[in-house]
């Protein structure tokens, strides 16, 4: 799943409420678990130092077909919330 513009604050956020091992897929294959403090920092990190706005689009991959419902949902929510007022 592509994360389009979601703020760390967001990444981090929906990772507490997530059951299960969520990852993320680096563009050379490896997959990093999200679970591990260091390695959702070091993720960040790498994430920020290319982002031109402070915000971050990941590819994920999620261990719970629940957790991927997680994200999904809020991402639409936002989204809705973000159309109407621009509306």
């Known amino acids: 799943m592509k994360l389009e513009n979601i703020s760390a604050g967001e990444l ?3 990772l507490k409420r997530s059951s299960k091992a969520v990852y993320l897929a680096a563009d050379d294959g490896v997959l990093f678990n999200l679970s591990s403090t260091l390695s959702l920092l070091y993720c960040i990190r790498m994430m920020l130092e290319s982002a031109e706005d402070g915000t ?10 629940e957790d991927e419902k997680l994200f999904r ?8 919330n973000r159309a109407k007022l621009h509306n």
């Open 56 to 65: 971050l689009s990941p590819e994920i991959k999620f261990e719970s077909t």
């Open 12 to 14: 981090i956020a929906l």
């Open 73 to 80: 949902n809020y991402l639409r929510n936002r989204d809705a």
